[in-house]
C-alpha cells in the first residue's frame, strides 16, 4: 500500500495546479445540467406516483386529480430549473477554486 506524499510536497505549484485542472476535467457543466436534470425528473415521477397512490386510496380527497398533460409540463419546468441550478452551483464551485488558486500560487488558471 502507498502512502501519500508529504504534505510539503502536496501543496507545491505544480501538484496544486494538476490537482484544480482534474476538478475543472472532471465537472463539465454538461454533466452537471443531466445530473440537474435527472435529479429533478426522478423527484417529479416520485411525486406523481405518490398522487396516484393517493388517489387510489379511499378517503375524502379535496384536491382534484393533475391531467397527466399538466403533470408533464410541471416536470420539464422541473427538469429545466435543476439543470439550470446544477450549472450555477457548478459555475460558483469553479469561481471559488480559481479565486483559491490566485490566492494560492499567485497566478490563477487560465
Known sequence: MSTPPPLSDQLRLGT??????????????????????????????????????????????????MPLREHMLDSAIAV???????????ASARGLLRLYMRARTGSGIS
Do not use: K, Q
Open 16 to 65: 496544486v495546479r494538476n490537482r484544480a485542472l482534474a476538478w475543472f476535467a472532471a465537472h463539465s457543466y454538461r454533466r452537471a445540467a443531466a445530473r440537474g436534470g435527472a435529479f429533478a425528473l426522478g423527484i417529479t415521477l416520485v411525486g406523481y406516483l405518490l398522487r396516484e397512490l393517493d388517489r387510489l386510496m379511499p378517503g375524502l380527497d379535496p384536491d382534484p386529480t
Open 80 to 90: 429545466l430549473f435543476g439543470a439550470l441550478l446544477m450549472c450555477l452551483a457548478t
